[in-house]
Nanobody, 116 residues
Framework: QVQLVESGGGLVQAGGSLRLSCAAS????????MGWYRQAPGQERQLVGTITLGGSTTYADSVKGRVTISRDDAKNTMYLQMNSLKPEDTAVYYC??????????WGQGTQVPVSS
């Protein structure tokens, strides 16, 4: 089992920045990809971006150029740095970890309201 705990969410004004953290614990040795997803009210959960064990990243077109995913393996923590936030970025942000057996683990989510 892998436990994921997000932190860093909160109200931010449009144009502002925010950094989310995802602390992982448990059987993390089997995790090969981690990522961030978000779910806006009334919408399906969508991918924000991912980062592999080797540090390769991918981003959704909607956030490309405004967000950066990184990881600190010494702290078993992944980060999502978000800049130039827009009201349409308002969502609950979830941390995801996928194991080599394709099992998915999710955090509880952290809310990010962006005011206009």
């Amino acid at each position: 089992q892998v436990q994921l705990v997000e932190s860093g969410g909160g109200l931010v004004q449009a144009g502002g920045s925010l950094r989310l953290s995802c602390a992982a614990s448990g059987s993390i040795f089997g995790v090969n990809v981690m990522g961030w997803y978000r779910q806006a009210p009334g919408q399906e959960r969508q991918l924000v971006g991912t980062i592999t064990l080797g540090g390769s990243t991918t981003y959704a077109d909607s956030v490309k150029g405004r967000v950066t995913i990184s990881r600190d393996d010494a702290k078993n923590t992944m980060y999502l740095q978000m800049n130039s936030l827009k009201p349409e970025d308002t969502a609950v942000y979830y941390c995801n970890a996928r194991s080599i057996f394709n099992r998915n683990y999710w955090g509880q989510g952290t809310q990010v309201p962006v005011s206009s």
